[in-house]
C-alpha cells in the first residue's frame, strides 16, 4: 500500500504543480504602491531633493579634472536619468488618478444609496408623524372628560336622593315662597291708598 502524503487530504482538491509553480501576488499590491510613487512625487520634499541631486550632479561635472567626470557637458546622461524617471512617473500618476476615480465613483454610489435611504426613512417618519397627528386629534381632551364625569356624578346624585328629601326640599322652597307672596300682596294693596292720597294733596294745593 502506498502511504498518502501528509497534509493531503481527501476532502480538498489537490493543486495542479502549473499552479504550484505560478509566482502567487496580489492584484492590488501595485496598485498600492504605484499610489505610494505618485503621492511621493507630488510632494515638496521629492522636489527639493531632486533639486538637490541636479545641483551636485552638475557641479560635480564641471569643477572635477576631466579624468574624474562621467557626464561632461551637455550632460547626456543626466537627460537621460530624467528622461526615464518622467517616463515612469506619468504612467504611475495616471494609475493612482484611475485608483482615485474608482474609489470616488464607489464612494458617490455609496452616498447616492444613502441618500436614497434617507429620503425614504424621512418620508417613513413624516407618514407615521401624520398618523399620529390625526389619532391624537381625535383623542377625548381633559376638559370633555371632566364635563363628563360632572354629568355623571350629578346624574348619580339624582338617581341616589332620598324621595322623602325631595318632598322636603319642596315643603321648604314653597314656605320660602309664601312671605314673598304675602309682601307682595300687601305691597300692591298699599299702593293705590298712596296713589289717592296723593291725588287729594294735590287738589287741596290747587
Do not use: C, H
Request: proline letters at 4%.
Amino acid at each position: 500500500m502506498r502511504r498518502r502524503r501528509r497534509g493531503s487530504r481527501l476532502d480538498q482538491p489537490r493543486l495542479s504543480r502549473r499552479a504550484s509553480l505560478r509566482p502567487a501576488y496580489e492584484s492590488d499590491a501595485f496598485g498600492r504602491i504605484a499610489e505610494r510613487v505618485a503621492r511621493f512625487i507630488g510632494t515638496a520634499r521629492y522636489l527639493v531633493a531632486q533639486s538637490i541631486v541636479i545641483v551636485l550632479w552638475v557641479a560635480y561635472n564641471i569643477f572635477v579634472p576631466s579624468s574624474g567626470r562621467f557626464d561632461e557637458f551637455p550632460f547626456i546622461f543626466l537627460t537621460l536619468v530624467l528622461s526615464l524617471q518622467a517616463a515612469y512617473a506619468a504612467p504611475l500618476i495616471l494609475l493612482a488618478q484611475n485608483r482615485q476615480d474608482d474609489r470616488d465613483r464607489a464612494n458617490l454610489a455609496q452616498d447616492r444609496e444613502q441618500s436614497v435611504r434617507t429620503r425614504d426613512d424621512t418620508e417613513y417618519l413624516a407618514r407615521e408623524l401624520a398618523a399620529v397627528r390625526i389619532t391624537i386629534g381625535e383623542l377625548a381632551t381633559r376638559d370633555f372628560l371632566r364635563s363628563e364625569l360632572r354629568a355623571l356624578l350629578a346624574e348619580l346624585d339624582t338617581a341616589d336622593r332620598d324621595p322623602d328629601q325631595e318632598r322636603r326640599d319642596r315643603r321648604r322652597r314653597r314656605e320660602g315662597e309664601r312671605p314673598a307672596r304675602r309682601d307682595r300682596a300687601v305691597a300692591a294693596e298699599q299702593a293705590p291708598a298712596e296713589k289717592r292720597g296723593r291725588d287729594s294733596d294735590q287738589g287741596t294745593e290747587g
